[in-house]
């Protein structure tokens, strides 16, 4: 007889799943809600969103906290990271204080903790006031200290309750998306200004940290990065590694390196000086980049990345800088894909993530932040009883959690795993056309029915893993 295979996971272990205010809350313009960037940038051009669906058509949060917090402690979650918008805290993104959005916020977390749920809070998840883009986003100075008083005020107020921040989801994607390849408002291709955004994000976050720490709350502030691995083509040749290499370092260590270490890589800088775009920074600003890293590490990992030696010259316009000078992107024959989001689905890669942690970031102590698969048309799934009969999300978590295990039994300072996410929600310019929701959401009428994996969910959670 085959011996069972058990996957049990450390005592106190997070199981929960993640969301963003902007992207559950809905009521984009009550309450004294200001427009941000996703509003404005919906309000021009409604065809870049995937059947015109945009902000204000959301999961209901808002309407729906009271409801929706009974429903995570009933599917399990013993942890949930949501968000503050900060177009709904601080209107105009400095200045006045929005009541409504205080109580609002304060009943959350309130009702959260009350079930026994640990709230961890997102400040900045993609979503600048619109007022702050107009004075120039990420690229200004004067955004870096409107969000580090931002981020005062929301310890001010909630700090005594809330004992993890992160500071940045993904800061990444906003110079990839905003700056890099026009997937974000404000659609600027411009490598020289991607820098500037992406040391900006960093210093910005640094100082929020800072200011927490000097609060002395009790608490942790900590960040979270998706991380993708990133594999040459062929790892005997020279030149795949170094293009995975410098793949690697634009978009995973460029932010692992100061937020862990404090200190930016060598290589990256490098790269910089050779195209001269380094960013405008100040020596004050290394320092308190060095001296204010973070107290853990959320980790999103839904692909991993693969990177060839360059095989054609990258034209760009005079002046342009493109990272992608120093790599082309690989598709390797044998991946596993899922076919709706076109991404690799490599489940080793958050085991090697892992040990990357072990090996090169001191262990420092992380959690599986996100980490999930978007679906199309999961109605076809729906079974007699109108439930989602989703086997497949299932099986992606249970092959996921087999690596994790793996990981954490040799050394991995792994705190939980969260799932993306609670409620299928609106996501960017995908909108609804992928469903990554433990719970199914009928966009019309907003009634959520509880997915088969919502139920298993709660199985796993209460046995701390599984069995087999």
């Keep these: 007889m085959n011996q069972k295979k058990e996957y049990y996971f450390p005592e106190g272990f997070w199981w929960g799943s993640a969301s963003s205010a902007a992207q559950s809350e809905g009521a984009a313009d009550r309450d004294g809600k200001s ?30 906290y009271k409801e929706d917090i009974k429903l995570l402690k009933e599917l399990g979650h013993n942890s949930f990271r ?13 200045g ?29 998840h993609f ?63 411009d490598g020289r200004r991607a820098v500037q955004v992406g040391f900006n994000e960093i210093l910005a976050s640094a100082k929020a940290i800072e200011a927490y720490h000097k609060m002395e709350l009790g608490g942790k ?30 978009f995973n260590r460029s932010f692992l390196d100061p937020c862990v270490k404090g200190i930016f890589p060598k290589k990256l800088i490098k790269f910089l000086l050779e195209n001269e775009v380094l960013p405008e920074y100040s020596k004050q600003d290394l320092k308190i980049i060095r001296d204010n890293t973070i107290d853990f590490l959320g980790v999103n990992y839904y692909s991993p990345s693969r990177a060839k030696e360059r095989e054609t010259k990258l034209e760009l316009k005079e002046g342009l800088f493109m990272p992608d000078i120093y790599f082309e992107d690989y598709v390797w024959p044998e991946a596993k894909m899922n076919p709706y989001r076109g991404w690799e689905i490599y489940e080793k890669g958050i085991y090697d993530i892992c040990k990357d942690i ?32 989703d086997n497949y999300r299932i099986d992606f978590i249970k092959d996921h959690l087999r690596w994790l295990h793996k990981a954490i039994q040799e050394g991995a300072n792994c705190m939980g795993y969260h799932l993306w996410t609670f409620i299928d929600n609106w996501s960017w310019c995908n909108a609804y056309k992928n469903r990554y929701g433990l ?12 997915k088969k994996s919502g139920r298993w969910f709660k199985e796993l959670s209460d046995n701390n893993g599984f069995a087999e």
């Design 35 to 64: 427009p941000s960037i996703w509003d404005y940038w919906y309000s021009i051009e409604p065809q870049r969103f995937h059947d015109q669906i945009g902000p204000q058509d959301t999961s209901g949060f808002y309407d729906h």
């Design 82 to 94: 949501t968000g503050i918008q900060w177009s709904r805290l601080i209107p105009d993104g400095q």
């Design 96 to 124: 006045e204080v929005n009541q409504k959005a205080v109580d609002f916020y304060n009943d959350v977390f309130n009702e959260l903790i009350a079930l026994g749920i640990e709230p961890i809070v997102t400040l900045y």
């Design 127 to 189: 979503d600048m006031p619109l007022a702050l883009q107009q004075i120039g986003g990420w690229e200004s100075r004067e955004v870096v200290d409107a969000f580090t008083d931002y981020a005062k005020i929301c310890f001010e107020l909630f700090g005594d309750r809330v004992k993890f921040w992160v500071t940045f989801n993904e800061p990444v994607v906003p110079v990839e998306g905003g700056y890099l390849y026009d997937f974000h408002y404000p659609n600027v291709i």
């Design 221 to 250: 502030i900590g960040i979270v990065l998706n991380v993708r691995p990133t594999y040459p083509r062929d790892p005997d040749n020279q030149g795949d590694i170094e293009a995975a290499l410098a793949k690697d370092i634009f």
């Design 358 to 389: 072990i090996e090169n970031y001191d262990n420092i102590p992380f959690y599986i932040s996100e980490n999930g698969m978007g679906v199309e048309s999961e109605e076809r799934f729906l079974n007699e009883d109108g439930i989602i009969e």
């Design 439 to 450: 719970v199914s959401l009928d966009l019309d009428t907003q009634k959520r029915t509880v």
